[in-house]
């Protein structure tokens, strides 16, 4: 296994992106922002400037956080959007030698309305087979988006797209509530879901939380990994006994929450300093764990 962490949570720019990896003591930066945008949609210079930076550093990159189909797009958005941010994003991630793009299923409408499952099904069919076709790998995330409601979902998912693998995030169970089980729905189990669909997950998001307070759907708030619900210690101790090799990708949210923004502008000094922290409670937990 090899650690690696969304780094745009300690800070916007790259440069103090690269200290804050180095400074935990490693070499590998899952992207997403730089400078206050999504890596395939950062200016085409400017993007050839970060890879250049990126080069300098000796810092790889193995995982693409993109936008592609995530919580915040429509199934009935327009799927030309979709298409030009593959088309950007595959010959950056050549350049900086990525293999792996995280996309999701479309955002989640309101349980008992129409999830347009067929549309979901063909666009992400259209969305893998761009990638593949490139020599890359499409992995889905259990977010909010329709692959999320269950591990169940998730499953159809890959059956409906072959060859489609699977990025697991261990919190985001904690609180999404499991629409394969009755009524009133109970929030997922993180083991469980793991367990579900282990055979078919190539990498793997950490973050901890703890339960959203009754009526809400935001944690009641993230921990360091191995402090909330979400069984990271168990689930990453099943992973060795499996004998996984890929990524853990430390996504604190400790500091910043990227989809619950409420406008105002981050304490900065605070986000760096607790993704840091972070990473050094994240090699701690490894060395236990052997």
């Not at 269950?150 to 985001?172: C, M």
Request: negative net charge; contains cysteine.
């Amino acid at each position: 296994m090899y650690l690696t962490g969304f780094a745009d949570e300690a800070a916007r720019d790259l440069e103090t992106q690269i200290k804050a990896t180095k400074e935990i003591g490693w070499t590998q930066i899952s992207a997403r922002g730089v400078n206050g945008a999504n890596i395939h949609e950062l200016p085409q210079e400017e993007f050839d400037k970060v890879a250049d930076q990126l080069d300098e550093a000796g810092i790889t990159i193995p995982e693409f956080g993109s936008l592609i189909g995530n919580w915040g797009k429509k199934i009935t958005s327009n799927f030309d959007i979709t298409i030009a941010e593959i088309d950007r994003a595959i010959p950056r991630m050549q350049r900086l030698g990525t293999k792996l793009v995280r996309i999701m299923s479309f955002a989640q409408e309101p349980w008992g309305d129409d999830q347009h499952e067929e549309k979901r099904f063909r666009r992400v069919r259209e969305i893998h087979a761009r990638f593949a076709d490139a020599g890359l790998q499409a992995i889905h995330e259990n977010c909010m988006n329709w692959g999320g409601f269950s591990p169940d979902h998730t499953l159809r998912l890959i059956e409906e797209v072959p060859g489609l693998k699977l990025v697991f995030d261990t919190a985001n169970p904690v609180f999404q509530t499991d629409r394969s089980k009755p009524e009133p729905f109970p929030w997922q189990d993180p083991m469980e879901f793991y367990q579900k669909v282990k055979e078919h997950v190539v990498h793997v998001h950490i973050k901890d939380c703890i339960n959203p307070p009754a009526g809400e759907t935001e944690p009641e708030k993230y921990t360091l990994p191995g402090e909330g619900q979400a069984k990271v210690r168990e689930i990453i101790a099943e992973l060795k006994k499996d004998g996984y090799d890929g990524g853990l990708a430390i996504e604190p949210h400790v500091a910043t929450v990227f989809h619950a923004s409420d406008g105002e502008e981050p304490n900065w000094q605070q986000c760096y300093d607790s993704y840091v922290e972070y990473g050094h409670a994240m090699n701690k937990l490894m060395e236990e764990l052997g």
